[in-house]
């Protein structure tokens, strides 16, 4: 069994920065993809980005160029970094793994809140 669990969320302000952790911990053998999807009041969950294990990234449109994930393969942990943030941001951050314990799985974390406001 494992488990992933994000931090870092919070209130700040448009034009601001958070930077998201997620661990990822247990029975682990390997952790492929791993990821941050967000969802925002009455919408559906969306990939925010994606870093494989051997690092390529793909990020959805709308975070191109301010949002820059990163992963410390050696500490099963995946960064979030998020500039210029503004208000149609404001959303649950989930923290998304492929890992294989006995058999591949894919992993959730609980979330975190992040929201964007004056």
């Known amino acids: 069994q494992a488990h992933v669990v994000e931090s870092g969320g919070g209130l700040v302000q448009p034009g601001g920065s958070l930077r998201l952790s997620c661990v990822a911990s247990g029975s682990i053998f390997s952790i492929y993809d791993m990821g941050w999807y967000r969802q925002a009041p009455g919408k559906q969950r969306e990939l925010v980005a994606l870093i494989t294990k051997a690092g390529r990234t793909q990020y959805v449109n709308a975070v191109k160029g301010r949002f820059t994930i990163s992963r410390d393969n050696a500490k099963n942990t995946v960064y979030l970094q998020m500039n210029s943030l503004k208000p149609e941001d404001t959303a649950v951050y989930y923290c998304?793994?492929?890992?294989?314990?006995?058999?591949?799985?894919?992993?959730w974390g609980q979330g975190t809140q992040v929201t964007v406001s004056s």
């Open positions: 998304y793994a492929r890992i294989t314990t006995l058999t591949a799985n894919d992993y």
